[in-house]
């Protein structure tokens, strides 16, 4: 079951449009292949220090380096329910064990003893993630309403200056789709996997079916994407609340599995049941050469 944690951001990395916007912007076939290696590398190194920082973490608040985050969370959540007359439910004390837990590298910059400047150095790389990642995931879909939506279909003569205008006014209010999204989740884990496995299990087997299967059409990928999308909600919200969801094979409770494995089976159905795309759809993403070759 831990590894229904890796898997999310195992889907979301393949299909992050951040990365592939780097990765196109190459200058030949040759050096996409380094960046797509060296990419690899880089996600290797940084989540096994992030993971031994919260492995360090976790040590020093057993040998009492760090205060116990996970334990005054959860004090916190006993008196709260005793106060008026309740025990805390399990869901509560998971929700202060996730509000502990995912504090620990803040504390290990203010608690750990370490030098002032790495401390600064730890809390300014946070907040860089944090940044980087918000303004990407802004962008890129405000782009994509901009040119795909807005300029192809309702505004084909629209001007520099208007196409400008429109992406910025769809940054600000996906911003505030986004605000309003997030504050709904009572931690930032549960915001981050609900979001890794929607994007994960909605979006990433279309894209690698567009790469590496010649008989995947646009129907089957539309069928993937809602199937994703639609599966981890209702696991999400729906599911947890009914009798017998506990009852459940252990790899259904973890919605990762559900969520991609009915989105590949819609794509493959789906896609099969469908006429298979015209060559001219698919060619350019089997072509191994550093050169887009067309049938014109």
Request: charged content about 10%; overall charge neutral; aromatic content about 10%.
């Amino acid at each position: 079951i831990a590894i229904s944690f890796f898997v999310p951001t195992m889907l979301l990395l393949m299909g992050d449009a951040n990365m592939y916007q780097r990765i196109f912007s190459s200058r030949d076939g040759g050096s996409a292949r380094k960046a797509v290696l060296f990419w690899v590398i880089g996600v290797v190194v940084l989540e096994s220090a992030i993971s031994m920082l919260g492995l360090t973490g976790s040590v020093a608040v057993e040998k009492g380096i760090l205060p116990d985050l996970v334990g005054n969370s959860q004090a916190v959540v006993i008196a709260e329910a005793q106060a008026v007359g309740l025990e805390p439910t399990e869901a509560a004390m998971l929700t202060a064990r996730q509000e502990g837990s995912e504090s620990v590298i803040p504390a290990i910059a203010k608690y750990g003893g370490l030098p002032l400047v790495i401390g600064l150095l730890l809390v300014s790389t946070m907040m860089a993630i944090i940044v980087s990642t918000a303004d990407s995931f802004l962008l890129i879909p405000a782009t994509n309403l901009t040119r795909d939506v807005y300029q192809r279909y309702m505004n084909p003569r629209a001007s520099e200056r208007q196409v400008l205008l429109i992406s910025r006014g769809l940054v600000l209010g996906l911003g505030v789709i986004a605000y309003l999204l997030v504050s709904q989740f009572k931690t930032v884990l549960n915001a981050a996997f609900t979001a890794y496995n929607i994007y994960g299990a909605s979006l990433t087997p279309s894209l690698l079916a567009a790469f590496f299967w010649k008989r995947a059409t646009k129907e089957g990928a539309v069928a993937s994407i809602i199937t994703g999308a639609t599966v981890t909600l209702v696991w999400t919200y729906i599911l947890p609340h009914w009798g017998g969801f506990k009852g459940l094979h252990p790899f259904l409770q973890e919605l990762t599995y559900p969520a991609a494995g009915l989105s590949v089976l819609m794509l493959v159905g789906v896609s099969l049941l469908t006429p298979a795309p015209p060559r001219e759809v698919w060619s350019q993403f089997f072509n191994d050469s550093d050169t887009i070759v067309s049938d014109n």
